[in-house]
Nanobody, 122 residues
Framework: EVQLVESGGGLVQAGGSLRLSCVAS????????IGWFRQAPGKERDMILC????????FYADSVKGRFTISSDNAKNTVYLQMNNLKPEDTAVYYC???????????????WGQGIRVTVAT
């Protein structure tokens, strides 16, 4: 059974940092791409960054470039999302996803994590 389990969310002050983790199981980690989507209140769900677990290639949306970093530990089947200089507009539910595609659209995702809430206070 494929599972993606997120952890590390919570409440943080603007300018602060959080690190989210996504532990994957039930599939060969290196064969897939892992991405992070987020959905802010009243907005659509958007992909903000992703990583190819085979070659380490990464992609960042402009909204998070320079502040967020995605990395993976293939030995632990875990992807990390380091979020620095957080802003109130980063408040959202964050989802870890699996896809065969790099820079994936939501319809190209075959498994979603349960989501984890990040709240950035002013």
């Amino acid at each position: 059974e494929v599972q993606l389990v997120e952890s590390g969310g919570g409440l943080v002050q603007a300018g602060g940092s959080l690190r989210l983790s996504c532990v994957a199981s039930g599939f060969t980690f290196e064969d897939y791409k892992i991405g992070w989507f987020r959905q802010a209140p009243g907005k659509e769900r958007d992909m903000i960054l992703c990583i190819d677990n085979r070659d380490g290639a990464t992609f960042y949306a402009d909204s998070v470039k320079g502040r967020f970093t995605i990395s993976s530990d293939n030995a632990k089947n875990t992807v990390y999302l380091q979020m620095n200089n957080l802003k109130p507009e980063d408040t959202a539910v964050y989802y870890c996803v699996r896809s065969e595609y790099f820079i994936m659209n939501d319809y190209e995702v075959d498994y979603w994590g349960q989501g984890i809430r990040v709240t950035v206070a002013t």
